[in-house]
């Protein structure tokens, strides 16, 4: 009978859970209960039942719920049949869930071999919190590793909701935004520097001129000594190879102006990168490639490049290529250091440690700009994602301006 209320206990906490990664903004307080259900079941149990109940019930509904945005993605987005949606969702979730239950179950071996010596036996709770941590942590690198690519998928973590308790209201991440009459540009000031950003109702999926006409407008609309950002893919094209568009939006730029447009690089051996111009009235100040390519939505690992029917549903004929780490960490702009990162490389490649290294660095006068192509969102990862740019703003203590489209 016990057993069966810890089941119930563990299913109840799993749902909870999952509402939280759902609605991280208005529900990230279940997270709390959530947790400490979990907590009590697993420490009332023995060792293999705990297994059982976190392995068998508790992650596959967290796991499977959470990438609901996937199948989304596929369904809405890349228009792929239900059938292929559905079966590619299950697929990543148990590939993701597997990769868990592997360094979960290896902690609890460790955990089970600590409880024997008597001076560990009195912190098993937290050892059972570090294992449990450390998985999310360990599940996403591995998951990123098969997917062929760097960095850790880490946002069902348990730090991200606890974070919610003890961040300030705002840090620069997109939630203090002055939004203009007309919602088409967005503003912000760091030191002596205005930062406008143009969202939702300017130029995505435009042509090259009526992009350009969005630029120009933007430009005129920016404080003298202003900065125009944009979100990733705000061109989807190389514009190394557009030399006419380049030079008219130039001939828009003020003297003490600059703009931070976020289109396509490609190399002269044909590569294509996604790409970050830092462009000022006297052309191109500083170009940052992205370092992260998306496994399946940017390029398809190398193991599936030959899978035809993969390929067709993630529209993979445009595969971009991941640069090496760029030489110098962003540029200066009006005495500010200004550190460009397209979406995944802020969010899986770059860690907590990196910004406060480039804080300590750099100074206050500080700013990393993400960003972001949220249009294939869905809803509740487009909050999600965002809070953990808030998250590590607050935890490195470093301003971040968040820049997405607003959808």
Same mark, same amino acid.
């Given at each position: 009978?016990? !057993?069966?209320?810890?089941?119930?206990?563990?299913?109840?906490?799993?749902?909870?859970?999952?509402?939280?990664? $759902?609605?991280?903004?208005?529900? $990230?307080?279940?997270?709390?209960?959530?947790?400490?259900?979990?907590?009590?079941?697993?420490?009332?149990?023995?060792? !293999?039942?705990?297994?059982?109940?976190?392995?068998?019930?508790?992650?596959?509904?967290?796991?499977?719920?959470?990438?609901?945005?996937?199948?989304?993605?596929?369904?809405?987005?890349?228009?792929?049949?239900?059938?292929?949606?559905?079966?590619?969702?299950?697929?990543?979730?148990?590939?993701?869930?597997?990769?868990?239950?592997? =360094?979960?179950?290896?902690?609890?071996?460790?955990?089970?071999?600590?409880?024997?010596?008597?001076?560990?036996?009195?912190?098993?709770?937290?050892? $059972?919190?570090?294992?449990?941590?450390?998985?999310?942590?360990?599940? *996403?690198? /591995?998951?990123? $590793?098969?997917?062929?690519?760097? *960095?850790?998928?880490?946002?069902?973590?348990?730090?991200?909701?606890?974070?919610? =308790?003890? /961040?300030?209201?705002?840090?620069?991440?997109? +939630?203090?935004?002055?939004?203009?009459?007309?919602? #088409?540009?967005?503003?912000?000031?760091?030191?002596?520097?205005?930062?406008?950003?143009?969202?939702?109702?300017?130029?995505?999926?435009?042509?090259?001129?009526?992009?350009?006409?969005?630029?120009?407008?933007?430009?005129? %609309?920016?404080?003298?000594?202003?900065?125009?950002?944009?979100?990733?893919?705000?061109?989807?094209?190389?514009?190394?190879?557009?030399?006419?568009?380049?030079? =008219?939006?130039? %001939?828009?730029?003020?003297?003490? %102006?600059?703009? /931070?447009?976020?289109? %396509?690089?490609?190399?002269?051996?044909?590569?294509?990168?996604?790409?970050?111009?830092?462009?000022?009235?006297? *052309?191109?100040?500083?170009?940052?490639?992205?370092?992260?390519?998306?496994?399946?939505?940017?390029?398809?690992?190398?193991?599936?490049?030959?899978?035809?029917?993969?390929?067709?549903?993630?529209?993979?004929?445009?595969?971009?290529?991941?640069?090496?780490?760029?030489?110098?960490?962003?540029?200066? =702009?009006?005495?500010?250091?200004?550190?460009?990162?397209?979406?995944?490389?802020?969010?899986?490649? #770059?860690?907590? /440690?990196?910004?406060?290294?480039?804080?300590?660095?750099?100074?206050?006068?500080?700013?990393?700009?993400?960003?972001?192509? +949220?249009?294939?969102?869905?809803?509740?990862?487009?909050?999600?994602?965002?809070?953990?740019?808030?998250?590590?703003?607050?935890?490195?203590?470093?301003?971040?301006?968040?820049?997405?489209?607003?959808?």
């Amino acid at each position: 009978m016990k !057993k069966l209320h810890g089941l119930i206990a563990i299913l109840l906490s799993s749902i909870l859970y999952s509402l939280v990664l $759902f609605d991280i903004n208005n529900c $990230f307080y279940l997270s709390v209960p959530a947790l400490i259900v979990l907590l009590v079941v697993i420490l009332k149990n023995n060792i !293999k039942y705990n297994a059982l109940l976190v392995c068998c019930a508790w992650l596959p509904i967290v796991v499977f719920a959470h990438y609901v945005w996937f199948f989304y993605l596929l369904n809405t987005k890349l228009g792929a049949s239900t059938a292929w949606s559905v079966g590619l969702y299950c697929a990543l979730s148990l590939l993701h869930l597997l990769c868990f239950i592997l =360094f979960f179950c290896t902690g609890l071996m460790a955990w089970y071999f600590a409880n024997r010596i008597a001076c560990f036996h009195r912190y098993q709770a937290v050892f $059972f919190i570090l294992i449990f941590t450390s998985s999310f942590q360990a599940a *996403g690198l /591995m998951l990123m $590793f098969i997917l062929d690519a760097q *960095g850790s998928y880490n946002v069902m973590s348990p730090v991200i909701p606890l974070s919610k =308790f003890f /961040m300030p209201s705002s840090r620069l991440s997109g +939630d203090d935004f002055i939004k203009s009459a007309d919602k #088409t540009y967005s503003a912000n000031t760091l030191s002596e520097i205005s930062f406008l950003k143009i969202t939702k109702n300017a130029s995505h999926n435009l042509n090259l001129w009526a992009s350009s006409q969005n630029l120009f407008h933007a430009m005129q %609309q920016a404080p003298a000594r202003g900065v125009v950002v944009t979100p990733e893919s705000f061109i989807s094209c190389p514009l190394n190879r557009e030399p006419e568009f380049l030079s =008219f939006v130039q %001939q828009s730029i003020g003297q003490h %102006q600059m703009l /931070m447009l976020a289109g %396509q690089y490609e190399s002269v051996d044909g590569q294509l990168f996604q790409a970050v111009y830092a462009l000022t009235h006297e *052309g191109v100040q500083y170009l940052y490639l992205k370092q992260h390519a998306v496994p399946c939505v940017e390029r398809m690992p190398r193991y599936l490049r030959s899978w035809r029917k993969g390929c067709s549903i993630f529209k993979a004929e445009q595969s971009f290529a991941s640069a090496s780490s760029n030489e110098t960490v962003g540029f200066c =702009f009006a005495e500010t250091r200004i550190i460009p990162r397209v979406c995944s490389d802020f969010f899986l490649i #770059t860690t907590v /440690m990196d910004l406060i290294k480039w804080r300590r660095t750099f100074g206050k006068n500080c700013i990393v700009v993400v960003h972001v192509n +949220d249009s294939w969102f869905v809803e509740y990862m487009r909050d999600l994602i965002r809070h953990v740019a808030h998250m590590r703003a607050w935890m490195a203590d470093i301003n971040i301006l968040y820049v997405d489209y607003g959808i």
